[in-house]
């Protein structure tokens, strides 16, 4: 066993954190060799990918519009080809619950009837070491049936399958290509997070999965070009030949949370096709992707209050309608958005008004053609379960028999912002302020889904959150005050509005609000616009784990 905290070099690559259970045997030397693989043949053309992201942006900034590539057009009219045929536990896809790797989670998504279970590195996860390491863990020892967990309470947690074909079938996201991992460097360069959580998922995992007749699947995030899904099917090949698996085992699902990957469905598609499973629509990702991009486009580009952005208007429906006609031209699944509601059980009314929502929203996914969506909590299964299974009956999905081919391509629809309705209000700018900085507080106190006003929010609440608050300001915009008068958005009123609701939140002793509080107003009230929120966060906390490694290191020393 390592020491507390430690630093192991082998064959030049050094892994620095500190010990939690189960990272020996995760972090073996075998394994880090095959990250150190990964690294060395894909992190270079990885940097040039997110340069090449920055060149996009700037060249949107000053004018350029998004539209279909022309350079790929024989791809989107060539009729002859398909992804591969869907794999085992990939057929049936009409309710798939999202979550962090944490164990609790892991028995509780195993446990909830949907048909497969997003097992989050990403967006609902805070990459803190722990968190990425002990959800390696978890997932080695639940795909073997090995884990169980007894809560501070004495509440015990198990497996009720007895076999792993029985339970949803585990597809795993990784973080995106922008996040690092400074607990492993290669040659003294920072691992790629991405590499990192496919590789070792891969590594330790992918000739059980086969052998229980499954494989390693994956979700692919914020991918911004189909050079960007080269990649990822460059890096699986190489995978699978250096360990030995047949080509085409791995498959990944992508998900279309910006707005240029929103122009390049199909060829997202045709660049993994060997390994395709199928596209799915990110809802808060995307809209938070599109003011991104356009934030310094002006009043054109603005939207109203993130909540009233709902998937009825007309840029979304564009964008949803256009990727199930994109899925089932190529025998790919489309999957769809997320029902974050959380149900309360304490009250039966506001209950039964949050499951009639999600009702109406997964209906609306099932008539649309999608093959199946996203849930948030395990009691919300059942609702969308019932959707689909009215739909599709005796069919696993949709692919053949809903093909959309009255939807025609449209690049202006998706870019449609003006016809977006609703209006920009004081409430609204409140209501981003205080989820932003509640989110936050979690995230940096080690927990990437939060709870908050009964949602199960992930980074891309807080993403939103922060970039409308700066796009409006930017852009001059005009917000209803909560006397029915006009204001406009400024730096000084909004600063003025986080005082105030910082001010209503509730401490506690642990809480990190004072340093959530920061960060929100750093990327929302600061003249530049920090890609990333969650780039910053993560420097904060490798700052609060060092200044811990110190006082343990003192504290051991004290000791000795």
Request: net charge negative; aromatic share 8%; with cysteine.
């Amino acid at each position: 066993m390592y020491p507390i905290d430690t630093s192991v070099t082998i064959n030049n690559v050094t892994m620095q954190g500190h010990y939690v259970p189960g990272r020996d045997e995760v972090l073996t030397a075998e394994a880090l060799e095959f990250l150190a693989f990964l690294h060395r043949k894909f992190n270079a053309r990885r940097l040039e990918l997110l340069a090449a992201r920055e060149q996009m942006r700037q060249a949107i900034s000053a004018g350029l519009t998004p539209d279909f590539l022309p350079e790929t057009r024989k791809i989107r009219e060539d009729d002859s080809w398909r992804v591969a045929s869907l794999a085992p536990g990939l057929k049936d896809r009409r309710v798939e619950i999202t979550g962090p790797v944490d164990r609790k989670m892991t028995i509780n998504a195993l446990n909830s009837g949907a048909r497969c279970w997003l097992a989050d590195f990403e967006d609902s996860s805070t990459p803190s070491w722990e968190n990425s390491v002990s959800g390696q863990v978890n997932l080695r020892d639940a795909i073997r049936q090995q884990i169980d967990f007894t809560s501070d309470a004495g509440k015990d947690y198990r497996l009720q399958a007895e076999r792993l074909e029985d339970m949803p079938t585990i597809i795993v996201r990784p973080r995106g290509l922008h996040l690092e991992e400074d607990h492993i460097l290669v040659d003294g360069e920072p691992m790629s997070g991405s590499l990192m959580d496919f590789g070792l998922y891969l590594f330790h995992n992918a000739e059980e999965l086969i052998r229980r007749g499954r494989g390693p699947y994956f979700y692919l995030p914020k991918l911004e070009h189909n050079l960007e899904a080269r990649w990822w099917n460059c890096v699986f090949v190489a995978a699978q030949d250096y360990l030995d698996i047949p080509q085409g085992t791995i498959r990944a699902t992508v998900l279309i949370e910006t707005i240029t990957a929103a122009f390049q469905m199909e060829e997202i598609l045709y660049q993994l096709r060997n390994h395709a499973a199928g596209l799915n629509a990110g809802r808060w990702d995307y809209i938070f992707s599109l003011i991104k991009v356009f934030r310094e486009r002006g009043a054109d580009y603005v939207l109203p209050d993130r909540a009233q952005v709902t998937m009825t208007q007309p840029m979304m429906r564009a964008y949803t309608e256009q990727l199930v006609r994109a899925c089932h031209r190529r025998g790919a699944s489309a999957i769809g958005g997320m029902a974050a509601q959380i149900p309360n059980r304490r009250d039966p009314e506001a209950n039964a008004a949050a499951l009639e929502k999600v009702r109406a929203d997964k209906t609306r996914e099932a008539q649309d053609g999608f093959d199946g969506s996203w849930v948030a909590h395990p009691d919300l299964v059942p609702v969308a379960m019932e959707v689909f299974d009215k739909v599709l009956g005796e069919n696993n999905n949709q692919i053949r028999t809903r093909r959309r081919e009255d939807v025609i391509p449209d690049a202006a629809a998706l870019l449609n912002v003006g016809a977006t309705e609703g209006e920009i209000t004081e409430a609204g700018i409140r209501m981003n302020i205080d989820v932003g900085i509640r989110y936050l507080d979690s995230w940096l106190q080690g927990n990437g889904a939060a709870a908050i006003h009964n949602l199960m929010e992930d980074a891309a609440t807080a993403e939103i959150s922060r970039s409308q608050l700066w796009q409006w300001i930017h852009a001059g915009a005009t917000a209803t005050t909560s006397e029915g008068s006009e204001r406009t958005v400024t730096r000084e009123w909004v600063s003025q509005l986080t005082e105030e609701a910082f001010a209503e939140l509730p401490r506690t002793e642990s809480d990190m609000l004072d340093e959530a509080k920061e960060l929100f107003v750093e990327a929302a009230l600061a003249e530049e616009f920090p890609e990333f929120l969650t780039v910053p966060a993560y420097r904060r906390y490798l700052s609060a784990a060092a200044d811990a490694a110190g006082a343990r290191a003192e504290m051991v020393a004290a000791v000795s």
